[in-house]
């Protein structure tokens, strides 16, 4: 199985929450996750209560606002896979997570299917502008910041319920994993799309599906190998 990984050429990879709480980040779906033990926390991640209610958006911000993404770093499992880029192993990068830590890493082939905290949008006017630049009028007593251009809507650029994903991501990501003689799911229950889906696309094309992942997922029966070890202390060896 380790050989699998070791002769591959063309990896595709897709990560999770899973590769990122060792770096402290918590998952939303997990046993710890915030949705799971705080449901009503969802109505700041579903776009229509966002636009609708100051009160939500004020409890997004703070929510954002005390976010460990802002200090979090990237662990050894991130740090791998940005040996396998330098390696030129690496068809793309697709994540889930939005918390930037494989480009912190320094992972440059990222593609980021739910969008990042790190900046943020206007609703209305589509001007992007980063994070650190609202998070200080937070701290300076606005608890709904409103576009600087325009006056609308500021939201992270984070895809929420009720939004449409960036089709040239989907359309980088299906590339990505078109390319490859090896997709590698980790730290992801594969339970939402389309990240589901590229799994499929992946077996259909008959490339080989490897998951790293601790809870069992609805594609282990169809996986070459699973792997339920810890990421950080795996990936290392598993890329070497
Ligand atoms: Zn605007």
Redesign the pocket.
């Known amino acids: 199985m380790t050989d699998l990984v070791s002769k591959a050429r063309r990896i595709a990879v897709l990560t999770g929450a899973g590769i990122s709480t060792a770096s402290g980040i918590p998952d939303f779906r997990g046993p710890q996750g915030l949705w799971t033990k705080n449901p009503a926390a969802q109505a700041m991640f579903d776009i229509d209560e966002y636009v609708a209610s100051t009160e939500v958006r004020a409890e997004a911000w703070k929510f954002r606002r005390a976010a460990a993404a802002w200090d979090a770093e990237p662990n050894a499992g991130h740090r791998a896979l940005v040996d396998l880029e330098r390696q030129g192993r690496l068809t793309g990068l697709i994540t889930q997570n939005v918390d930037g830590l494989h480009q912190k890493a320094g992972s440059v082939l990222v593609h980021e299917l739910h969008g990042t905290v790190w900046y943020v949008d206007?609703l209305?006017?589509?001007?992007r502008v980063p994070m650190a630049e609202v998070l200080p009028r937070l701290e300076a007593g606005d608890p709904d910041p409103a576009?600087e251009?325009?006056?609308?809507i500021l939201k992270s650029a984070t895809i929420s319920f009720g939004q449409s994903l960036d089709q040239a991501v989907i359309d980088a990501a299906t590339r990505a994993t078109q390319e490859a003689d090896l997709f590698l799911a980790i730290g992801t229950s594969l339970q939402v799309y389309p990240a589901a889906g590229l799994c499929d696309l992946a077996l259909r094309a008959g490339i080989p599906l490897v998951i790293l992942n601790a809870e069992p997922t609805p594609y282990d029966d169809e996986a070459t190998a699973v792997i339920t070890t810890p990421i950080e202390e795996t990936l290392p060896g598993l890329v070497a």
Request: with cysteine.
């Open positions: 206007c209305t006017c589509a001007d576009c251009l325009c006056g609308g």
